[in-house]
């Protein structure tokens, strides 16, 4: 399983951005995705998440209204709208996915692109 992610930066306060992670080494059509993220010297925390066939997302209440999850399975990617952006949203931004074996949940993630919300 691999995870890349892409379109982070930095951007104003209202501004927008839209994330990308590029998987391979699976059936990327077959299992879910999520993105989360993780601002300095806090826990690292669930944005949104899709599945597999995209007919179902959900969003941590902090960016609901604000931030679309989408996926594109013939390209193998999912995406991140992120609309209004607040300071408040500036971390690493992680994308993921699970697999889930013998009890045991396992998580694969990418590196990480930095978004940073500031004037």
């Known amino acids: 399983v691999q995870l890349v992610e892409s379109g982070g930066g930095l951007v104003q306060p209202g501004g927008s951005l839209r994330l990308s992670c590029a998987a391979s080494?699976?059936?990327?059509?077959?299992?879910?995705m999520s993105w989360y993220r993780q601002a300095p010297g806090k826990e690292r925390e669930l944005v949104a998440a899709?599945?597999?066939?995209?007919?179902?997302?959900n969003y941590a209440d902090s960016v609901k209204g604000r931030f679309t999850i989408s996926r594109d399975n013939a390209k193998n990617t999912v995406f991140l709208q992120m609309n209004s952006l607040k300071p408040e949203d500036t971390a690493v931004y992680l994308c993921?996915?699970?697999?889930?074996?013998?009890?045991?949940?396992?998580?694969?993630w990418g590196q990480g692109t930095q978004v940073t919300v500031s004037s």
């Open positions: 080494g699976f059936t990327f059509s077959g299992y879910g």
């Open positions: 899709i599945s597999s066939a995209g007919g179902s997302t």
């Open positions: 993921n996915t699970k697999r889930v074996g013998f009890g045991v949940i396992r998580d694969y």
